[in-house]
């Protein structure tokens, strides 16, 4: 595709974001591999993708698939650096259009909307419609099946291109319709590395996998424009949903949402308006065994806790997953301690530390590491004082830096 030229304070203006979005890229991402070698000659790497960009001569590369295991198994493939820094520019671009069409109550992906604010928020609904627990209210929380692998792309792309020619004003605005169309139509399973092997798949189901799509579905987790597109893909649900069916008390966080009501019969109405118009607008189904209706009191998982009157818990999710990133992490013991085990311990445990000091979890957050952590790890690493995350001691900062720089 060839893109037309643009003015010269056009082209100054991509190239200036083009900087920006590979900075941004670069806070999370510059120890891997393909990052760092990039950085070794930014500069001329940055020329050259914003030549491909203005000619129309960029190409997708290839992703990196692999498992997680935590906080549940499931596939993700990692783009290559150049294109995830494509993503961070065309996202930048997009996302102050998406956040005036977004409905408040919509979590993924967004600034200041995050899981912690999703669930702040879904807690205050249920205090709404239930007068504080004084009066009966009901919850239902659903659950799309198989979301990402399902999405199509050819409906997402349609919907995106009519969303963009009637609000972006842009005058790239052909550049950036062209990485639309190039980012959401891209195959990432072809010629995809595969990292690890491919036994780590045996227990995925396929409807979890890109490898195992229908033709024209499926969009890449672990992209940031997947994140994004997926929001705008299901935003049409948020307005059926608080529009159409008059539920108020509505949030979404990717494919989980929950409704609240002081009347069941609403409630359960709404499985079928939801189930019928998943399928005919968005070709999309409820899962059948993620169906959660019940009173309020009774309380209702939600990202990761559960949900009871006046209080909040961590749920098993999270706190199983801690455990076993404190069982990895002491494995890594036998083998020497290295920047990169330093590295990986602060990552992952601050991670999870991150999301329990939301809560009333100073015990818990302790008792599981003082009980489970490897004593010699506290030569090289110690715990502040209010036990939400874990520093480096000074001698061993040198170590660190070393493994984010090499």
Known sequence: MQLQLFHSYVNDEILEDLFEAYYGCRKNKRNTPNAVKFEMEYEKNLFQLYDELIYGQYEIGRSTAFIVKRPV???????????????HY?????NPLFEELFINNSFACREGRGGHFGIRTIVDLIEKESMNYKMKAFILKLDVQGFFMNIDRKLLFDRLVKFINEKYLGMDKSLILYLVDLIVNNDSTFKCIVKGKFIDWADLPNNKSLFHTPDGCGLPIGNYTSQVFANFYLHILDEFVTEK???????RYVDDFVLVHTNKKVLVNAVREIEKFLKEELNLMLHPQKRYLQEAGKGVEFLGVFIKPNRVYIGSRIKNGFYESIRDVNKMMGDGVSGDNILHLIQSFNSYLGMMVHYSTFRLRKKLIFKNLDKRWWKYVYLSRDVSKFIVRKRYKQSLLASLHK
């Not at 198994?73 to 993503?87: G, L, M, Q, S, W």
């Open 90 to 94: 065309l996202i930048k671009k997009l």
């Open 73 to 87: 198994k499931r596939e993700i493939f990692a783009a290559d650096f150049r294109d995830r820094v494509v993503h």
């Open 245 to 251: 069916l008059g539920v108020r008390s509505y949030g």
